[in-house]
């Protein structure tokens, strides 16, 4: 009877309890709004961008070359020989022009040391021709010292140095006129337009013949 008893407890066994499942692993985060294949687009999109940068400088650069490269020995040495030839007959001319006396406008010139004072006595002029004659004549005057200078005269290449050394020559023109010729008298207003027209034949056309006859100088 006491086996009896005892077999029905023997069937209520404890179990061993179930292990418990493995959570599933969290998804990988997105990289950017287009994922890897985005990002290898971009890469390449901005590698294209630095390589196009890189050709556009190399052309920029051979291009200043290019433009400050001189001409050959020849070409430069004829170059500067037309260009004293053309010195020459303007020196010529401009002694001709300027140093020839005026006795029949002896009584009616004067000197001039006011800036502006003759300009507006061309203005005032009734005819518009005489002005634009007076005018337009001197600045005419100064345009092959713009342009034939710094071909002449390498160490004078520069904007400051042209006209410079046309205002010293024109004022020493000034000074002869109105010492030694007669009829003619200095006037500050003629070397005023003699200057201003060389710097508008330097920056027309002096300065691109000059860097085409003459190497550019490196600077230290």
């Keep these: 009877m006491a086996r009896a008893a005892l077999r029905p407890l023997a069937t209520f066994r404890l179990r061993p309890a179930k292990a418990a499942a493995p959570e599933p692993a969290p998804e990988p985060a997105r990289r950017g709004l287009f994922g890897r294949s985005g990002e290898a687009r971009a890469a390449r999109k901005a590698e294209r961008a630095k390589e196009a940068e890189r050709a556009a400088r190399a052309a920029r650069a051979e291009e200043a070359r290019a433009e ?10 004829l170059a500067m020989l037309v260009a004293f030839a053309f010195m020459v007959a303007f020196a010529v001319v401009l002694a001709k022009i300027t140093l020839e006396p005026s006795p029949a406008s002896a009584a009616l010139v ?40 710094p071909v002449v005269a390498p160490r004078a290449r520069g904007l400051l140095r042209v006209l410079l050394l046309t205002a010293t020559v024109m004022l020493l023109v000034e000074f002869a006129q109105g010492a030694l010729v007669t ?24 300065r691109r013949v000059s860097r085409a006859v003459h190497a550019r100088r490196k600077r230290a």
């Design 68 to 77: 400050h490269r001189p001409l050959p020995l020849p070409l430069r040495l």
């Design 110 to 149: 004067h000197s001039n040391l006011r800036p502006g004072d003759s300009l507006r006595a061309y203005l005032d002029q009734p005819a518009l021709r005489d002005a634009v004659k007076q005018i337009g004549g001197n600045v005419l005057l100064g345009v092959p010292f713009g342009v034939l200078v």
């Design 183 to 206: 009829g003619r008298a200095f006037d500050i207003d003629d070397v005023i337009l003699n200057t201003t027209g060389a710097l508008i034949g330097y920056l027309l056309l002096g």
